[in-house]
């Protein structure tokens, strides 16, 4: 049987809330079933995260994220994407506005993403609209509590 790819997508894996989670699902993956694969946007770092994760012999891929938006993430991800050819894709914290559902060369892929905080304060109000053409067209999104699903409801309209 053919392993199901999961490449879970952070800004980088420095010691954060969201890149631990990110971490310890990809180590949680009964890897008889899935090939689990970390992609950081920025560069090593050299944290623990990276550590455990080589460990665990989960592969890591970074991209050299600059600070700000960098436009290079673009074909750098679809270069992962093309190399990888994930079966699912799983985004965490501001990174969904570099990860797009909607490409036809990633068509036979699922796509999640967390959010890790109250939905009006996961991106700043000019990038919402991504969220929300994302939330939209595809990508199914996954809240850590009660109250930040509550908020990711009145915030994009999403239907339960």
Known sequence: MEKIRVLQ???MLAPGGA???AVH???G???DRYEAAILSLGPRVGSDLER???EAGIEIKCLGKMPGFDHRMYPRLLRVFSDYRPDIVHTHIQVLRYVSADDTR???TRFLHTVHNLAEYEVEPRARWIQRYSFRHGVVPIAVAEKVALSL???YQ???
């Open 52 to 54: 455990l994760l080589d």
């Open 158 to 160: 999403i239907q339960d």
């Open 29 to 31: 993956l009964d890897p």
């Open 153 to 155: 409801r009145q915030l």
């Open 106 to 108: 990633i068509r036979n």
């Open 19 to 21: 890149e631990r989670v």
């Open 25 to 27: 699902l990809a180590k």
């Open 9 to 11: 997508v952070v800004p």
